[in-house]
């Protein structure tokens, strides 16, 4: 292995208490902090450290423009998928190339991620690209599933229930088809906003409204809960978690 090293962080949903006491020791001591962002500006990941973060130490903003765009549209051609992965996995391979300079001159880069690193994380197109060559360690972080559950007071799953995660960007009869199998288990679904007013139909079709809620920006100040059964809100922020309750 070369001599720089890569530390993935999870650095938890919002809250920055919630990052974990090994997640701040390997922050403190790395000499690189990145951060995937949209457009080269602080992003929410560095927000959450902003506090614990060390003179001289220096800041790597990763450009990845389609890090929000990954949903698969309704009757999307084969052709449209293709470019649009390509065009992702060229943002990742320049972004990746910024890190890879930083590990060749021996330095520790800590790449924050938002909840932990290997769930649905940007970190994992990072760590395909770099695990093998470099040395590369893994923090786990608070997943806002986790988060979410913990603020609404409401267990995930118990004894012998399972529990489904879904993505929200799923097309929206792929949705409906997965909570149509979902029974009496729990589940949650990342990103809702995306197709919202879809995903909340099916909910009302399936008999599923009176166990569903929705957490927006969980952890934060701006933090905001509705219970379906009572109120549907039009839209939802991109920070948002739709946990529907095991029965």
Request: some cysteine; glycine content about 8%.
């Amino acid at each position: 292995m070369s001599g720089g090293k890569l530390i993935g962080i999870g650095v938890g949903p919002g809250d920055p208490e919630l990052l974990t006491l090994k997640g701040l020791a390997r922050l403190r001591e790395s000499q690189v902090i990145a951060y995937p962002t949209l457009d080269s500006r602080p992003a929410f990941t560095r927000r959450i450290v902003a506090t614990y973060l060390q003179e001289g130490q220096e800041e790597l903003p990763l450009v990845v423009p389609l890090l929000r765009a990954e949903t698969i549209a309704e009757g999307e051609s084969a052709s449209a998928q293709a470019q649009r992965h390509q065009a992702r996995s060229q943002a990742y391979d320049s972004a990746t190339e910024l890190l890879r300079t930083k590990l060749q001159q021996g330095l520790q880069v800590a790449l924050l991620c938002e909840g932990d690193p290997l769930f649905y994380g940007s970190f994992i197109y990072f760590h395909e690209r770099l695990a093998g060559t470099w040395q590369v360690e893994i923090v786990p972080g608070v997943s806002s599933i986790m988060a979410t559950a913990a603020r609404l007071g409401s267990p995930l799953a118990c004894g012998d229930a399972a529990f489904l995660v879904l993505p929200g960007t799923l097309a929206p009869s792929e949705l409906h088809l997965a909570l149509g199998r979902l029974k009496g288990n729990g589940c949650a679904v990342l990103k809702p906003n995306r197709h919202w007013t879809q995903l909340t139909t099916s909910l009302r079709t399936l008999g599923l409204l009176p166990r569903a809620r929705v957490v927006c920006h969980a952890t934060l100040e701006e933090e905001r809960v509705f219970i379906l059964a009572e109120e549907v809100p039009e839209a939802v922020p991109y920070f948002s978690i739709l946990l529907i309750d095991a029965e």
